[in-house]
């Protein structure tokens, strides 16, 4: 699904402006009710965002993100071994 958030946190990590959804400032919802007309007046827009969205998700699945994980500690473990 399209993303309409605040643009705080570590939101902007996942939803990219324009891209898998729109960024408000926080509190401006005529600003996030702008963003979802404009995504929602389109069915191919509102598709082509959707696919985004999935895709932004998917860099954040278990799979992704554990292996990457995984290398920092050993890295950081064997540098420690090393010393």
Do not use: W
Not at 19 to 43: C, Q, W
Request: aromatic content about 8%; charged content about 25%; hydrophobic content about 40%.
């Amino acid at each position: 699904m399209a993303v309409i958030s605040s643009n705080t946190g570590g939101i902007p990590e996942v939803n990219i402006h324009g891209v898998s959804g729109f960024l408000s400032d926080v509190g401006d919802t005529d600003d996030m009710i702008k963003n979802a007309l404009y995504i929602l007046s389109d069915e191919e827009r509102l598709k082509t965002f959707k696919n985004n969205a999935r895709k932004e998700a998917l860099k954040f699945d278990l799979h992704a993100i554990v292996p990457q994980y995984e290398k920092i500690y050993e890295d950081t473990l064997s540098r420690c071994l090393v010393l």
